[in-house]
T-cell receptor
Framework: NAGVMQNPRHLVRRRGQEARLRCSPM?????VYWYRQLPEEGLKFMVY????????ESGMPKERFSAEFPKEGPSILRIQQVVRGDSAAYFC????????????FGSGTRLTVV | AQKVTQAQTEISVVEKEDVTLDCVYE???????LFWYKQPPSGELVFLIR??????QNEISGRYSWNFQKSTSSFNFTITASQVVDSAVYFC????????????FGTGTSLTVIP
């Protein structure tokens, strides 16, 4: 029974490129959350999705960032035209019923922008 | 306003000493959940404990214990007889039932256990 799977674990992008981070929730979980951890900081909420719907994107930067959770396949966090300040660890969590219940975090993707 | 405050940024202790990590939270919800996570140098988040707001019983799990006090809005974490493997960053987090879409994390306490 695999947990939340995130890939890649490490991603290096040059400034201006696109970064695509993938998150496969735990089996049976239909709620997905993305968090960003900047260096030396705690995790900050970015977005909450259910299948095919964005429920809460209050933590998403207004530009260059987007997220989706299609009917089939993993959730994708997409960062266009990356800048050095996007370098961070991005964590995905999934839950069965939403409302923070039964949260399980993935191991994170560490994005480095060079 | 910060919903979760971890005032201790860094703590160093000598192996076998006890250490307490402080966590103070702020919420207007009557139903909420508190968590502690460990983040070792490898970077993943390791779940340690979840408490709901109606259960103020303190909990002990091996060398770990948690003291939940609603009167002071605190959820402190104590490691007894610390070991080098306890060296990590520890995060306290809050989830509110009414707005439970997200966790609010503290800024973490970096614990170094010196052999």
């Amino acid at each position: 029974n695999a947990g939340v799977m995130q890939n890649p674990r490490h991603l290096v992008r040059r400034r201006g490129q696109e970064a695509r981070l993938r998150c496969s929730p735990m089996k049976g979980h239909s709620h997905v959350y993305w968090y960003r951890q900047l260096p030396e900081e705690g995790l900050k909420f970015m977005v909450y999705l259910q299948k095919e719907n964005i429920i809460d994107e209050s933590g998403m930067p207004k530009e260059r960032f987007s997220a989706e959770f299609p009917k089939e396949g993993p959730s994708i966090l997409r960062i266009q035209q990356v800048v050095r300040g996007d370098s961070a660890a991005y964590f995905c969590a999934s839950s069965l019923r939403g409302q923070g219940m039964g949260y399980t975090f993935g191991s994170g993707t560490r994005l480095t922008v060079v | 306003a910060q919903k979760v405050t971890q005032a201790q940024t860094e703590i160093s202790v000598v192996e076998k000493e006890d250490v307490t990590l402080d966590c103070v939270y702020e919420t207007r919800d009557t139903t909420y959940y508190l968590f502690w996570y460990k983040q070792p140098p490898s970077g993943e988040l390791v779940f340690l404990i979840r408490r709901n707001s109606f259960d103020e019983q303190n909990e002990i799990s091996g060398r770990y214990s948690w003291n939940f006090q609603k009167s002071t809005s605190s959820f402190n974490f104590t490691i007894t007889a610390s070991q080098v493997v306890d060296s990590a960053v520890y995060f306290c987090a809050l989830s509110e039932a009414n707005t439970g879409n997200q966790f609010y994390f503290g800024t973490g306490t970096s614990l170094t256990v010196i052999p």
